[in-house]
Every structure is written in C-alpha cells, then in structure tokens.
C-alpha cells in the first residue's frame, strides 16, 4: 500500500550510460515531481507534471527527460551520466499546490 | 534565487526537552508553508503546513508559528524523542509557478 513509490532504491552505474527511474503513486494525485538532492541535503525541484503535461521545468540539462505515461506515473530517463549527476533523487505527488507527499528516493552514483 | 533559509543548520537538544527549528523566507507572496521531516535514508515526510491566513497551528507535539511580519516560520517540538532525530526542512510556495521551495534543512539531534 505505499504511497509513493521509486525503483530502483540504488543505481550505480558508469559515467556515459543512459539509466531511468521509475516512479509510480496510488494516491489519486493529479500533479508529479522530480526533485534532487545533494550530498549536502538541498531538495531543488526538477520538473513537474500535471495531468501529464509538464507544467515546471527548472534548469536541468536537456540529458534529463521525464516522461509521464499516465497521472499515476512519472519517470525520469537520464542520458550520458556524469559525475555531478550522483544525487539521491525523488519523486513526489500533491493535488496541485497541495501538500506533496515523497517517495523513498533513488540514490544515483555516477562511477 | 531560492528564498528559504535556515537560522540553525544542527540543533542538539536533551531527550525530553522541546525543541525549536526556526525558518526565515523572503516571498512575502508565499501563503502555504509546511514542514518535512526526513530520517536517514528515506524521503521527506509531511509533518504539519500552515497557511498565511494563521498565525500558529498545531499538531501532535508540533506546533508551527508563521510570523508574516518579519517572514519567519518555526517548528516546536514538544518533548522530543530519539525517533525526532532528523532533518527538518520548510518549505514555502514561493516559486515562479507555485511549486514549492525547500530550505536547506536542519538537523536535530536528540541526546539520550
């Protein structure tokens, strides 16, 4: 019955590839985001979708791409891995400009 | 550029004694403000929001203070126990298109 949940819960992989993590939510949210945070715990948001359509899109480079098959799902593609792309990211869920409610976090590692 | 900050980044308090968190923020336009709380290894948690039409809410050993004057929010636990042990971070709706701004967090340590 978890809320909000990510997979994979770790990822290391090697600088150059191309990974994507999943997101899915059961709680009825109509909005979705990506948020990612360094090693010292500043949260910054990525992108965020509404009814799956992007709605928030900070500057992030155009390597990251979210992709959101249906409202119950945000996935985050990320393409040629860098070293400064090791992060834990998150996804989350409101109603929007509601409370958002977190996911447990994709710790990336970018060898 | 981001508009939540933190007076304390690591707060260190007795087990049993109340514990504050403070939050300054610079949108005076921001009306929904929460606080999250987050445990090693895992996500945020939701712990309690307050909107700019109140001036203090509370919770469950949390109570929130949102002062609009000076644009200063703060977090009150009662009583605080090992399992508050964590980073505690505001949030504000202060972005460009309503999303929401995290501060950078203060930890809390609770000393048996």
């Known amino acids: 019955d978890t809320a909000v949940s990510q997979t994979p819960k770790y990822l290391v992989t090697q600088m150059g590839n191309d990974k994507s993590i999943k997101c899915e939510q059961n709680l009825g949210h109509d909005t979705m985001y990506w948020y990612k945070q360094d090693s010292k715990k500043f949260l910054k948001i990525m992108f965020s979708?509404?009814?799956?359509?992007?709605?928030i899109n900070e500057t992030v480079p155009n390597r990251f791409s979210p992709k959101s098959p249906d409202k119950a799902h945000l996935n985050l593609h990320i393409n040629s891995l860098e070293l400064g792309d090791s992060a834990v990211y998150f996804c989350?869920?409101?109603?929007?400009?509601?409370?958002?409610?977190f996911g447990p976090g994709t710790r990336l590692l970018v060898l | 550029g981001e508009s939540v900050g933190l007076h304390l980044p690591t707060l260190s308090v007795q087990e049993g004694d109340n514990s504050i968190i403070n939050c300054a923020y610079s949108?005076?336009?921001?009306?929904?403000f929460i606080w999250y709380k987050q445990e090693s290894g895992k996500g945020p948690q939701f712990i309690i929001d307050?909107?700019?039409?109140?001036d203090k809410r509370q919770g469950q050993r949390v109570t929130v203070l949102l002062n609009k004057t000076v644009k200063h929010l703060s977090l009150q636990i009662a009583a605080t126990q090992p399992g508050d042990s964590a980073v505690y971070f505001c949030?504000?709706?202060?972005?460009?298109?309503?999303?929401?701004?995290f501060g950078k967090g203060t930890k809390l340590s609770v000393k048996p």
């Open positions: 949030a504000e709706t202060g972005g460009s298109q309503g999303n929401l701004i």
């Open positions: 307050i909107r700019s039409n109140m």
């Open positions: 979708y509404n009814n799956k359509e992007l709605i």
């Open positions: 989350a869920s409101s109603r929007r400009e509601e409370t958002q409610y």
């Open positions: 949108n005076s336009a921001s009306d929904y």
